[in-house]
C-alpha cells in the first residue's frame, strides 16, 4: 500500500513539475503573445436559445477563466459559432497589470447575459504547481543521503554495524530487501 502510495505521489508530483514548466514558459510567453481558448455551445430551449461560451485567456502574466451564459436577443448582435476556437494575438497595449486574484460574477441584463470570471497571477499557479516538485525533490533527497550513508530510509538509525534489520524500526535494510528479490 505504501508503495502504491508513493508511486501515486510521484506520479502526482511530475504530472503538477510539468504544469509548472508549462505555466512558466507560457508565463513568458504572455508578455508578447496573448492565447485564448474558447469553447461555444448552443442549447435550444423551448422559448429561446441559449448560448454558453467558457474561456481561458492569457495575456501580460495572468489567466482568465470566463463563463457567460447568453441569450438569443443579446447574441444576434455578434457573430457566434459553436466548437473550440484557439487564437493568438498581441496583448493590448496599455492594458491593466493584475497582480492579486480577482473574482466575480458580471451580469449586464439578466435577460440578455450572466456568468462568473476568474483571474490569477502566473506567479500563484507556478506557487501552487511548484510545491509538490519541490517536496518530492526533498524526500527523493533525503532517501538518497541515507542509503548513501547506510541509514534506514524509514527511520535514519545507522545500520553499520546491524546490516539486516533495523533495530529501531524492524524495517529490512535495502541491501538485504535487494539481494532477497
Sequence with gaps: MKRLLR????????????????????????????????????????????????????????????????????????????GLSLEHSEPQQGAVRIYTPIWGTHSLNPQSTSGWYVVLPDWILLIVFGVMPAIAGMLWRRDWSRKRHGQCLHCGYDLRASPGRCPECGAISTA????AK
Excluded: H, M
Excluded at 510521484?10 to 508549462?22: E, I, K, P, R
Excluded at 505555466?23 to 429561446?48: H, N
Excluded at 495572468?62 to 459559432?81: E, H, W
Excluded at 538485504?176 to 539481494?179: D, G, I, Q, R, Y
Design 176 to 179: 538485504v530487501a535487494t539481494s
Design 7 to 82: 508511486w501515486l505521489f510521484n506520479l502526482a508530483a511530475g504530472v503538477s513539475l510539468t504544469l509548472f514548466v508549462l505555466i512558466g514558459v507560457f508565463w513568458v510567453r504572455s508578455y508578447w503573445i496573448g492565447d485564448a481558448i474558447e469553447f461555444r455551445r448552443c442549447s435550444q430551449l423551448p422559448r429561446f436559445t441559449q448560448y454558453e461560451t467558457c474561456s481561458l485567456r492569457q495575456a501580460y502574466g495572468t489567466v482568465q477563466l470566463n463563463y457567460q451564459l447568453t441569450g438569443q436577443a443579446f447574441i444576434l448582435r455578434k457573430k457566434f459559432v459553436p
